[in-house]
């Protein structure tokens, strides 16, 4: 059976919102240690790719973040590798030095190939978003996961998103929010 791809679209001028989540919906978001690393790894990845960060939420088994890449000619593949990679790489080498009983679980054999996954095989999802109404829509949407999965109250009360920096909460925030351009408002 013939695998389909999802295909990209790196249309100058749009924002992305992406999502990506853990391995069989484990719940590896939930461990602090995992959310700096993806902090961390966005954080690099934006200086690197040159992307704007408007909002994000970390959820215990998946994430989603929306940017906008700063350049006319960019691979939001390779965006969403550089933010993925570095924390897969570190959640499985966590688990094989602090608990190598899991690692079966992470163990994927496609032929010859045998894989250990920390996050789900593919890229997970891209929604390219276009104007600033969808973008409003987006992160709220974004903001609201945390509230409609019964994990807070209010969106501003959940650490791992950017729900609070947008209420003006900035002390404490885990990464600081790029300007939305007023185009975009």
């Known amino acids: 059976m013939k695998r389909i791809h999802r295909k990209n679209y790196n249309e100058p001028g749009h924002a992305h919102e992406l999502t990506f989540s853990c391995y069989n919906r484990f719940a590896f978001l939930k461990a602090e240690r995992t959310c700096r690393w993806l902090s ?22 998946h994430a989603h ?19 993925k990679s570095p924390v897969g790489r570190k959640g499985i080498e966590h688990i094989e030095i602090n608990a190598p009983d899991w690692l079966p679980r992470l163990i ?49 009360d959940w650490k791992w998103s950017s729900a609070g920096w947008y209420e003006g909460s900035r002390d404490g925030a885990p990464i600081a929010i790029d300007p939305i351009p007023s185009d975009w408002l």
């Not at 961390?40 to 088994?61: G, K, Q, S, T």
């Not at 350049?71 to 969403?80: E, F, H, L, P």
């Open 65 to 83: 973040v929306i940017v906008w890449p700063r350049n006319a000619t960019y691979d939001i593949a390779r965006v969403r590798h550089a933010i």
């Open 108 to 156: 994927r054999k496609r032929g010859k190939k045998t894989e250990r996954l920390f996050w789900q095989s593919g890229g997970g999802y891209d929604r390219n978003i276009e104007t600033g109404c969808t973008l409003m829509k987006m992160i709220e949407y974004v903001h609201m996961n945390p509230v409609r999965k019964g994990l807070a109250q209010r969106a501003r």
């Open 40 to 61: 961390e790894a966005i954080n690099d990845a934006r200086m690197e790719h040159r992307f704007n960060l408007w909002a994000y939420v970390f959820m215990p088994d």
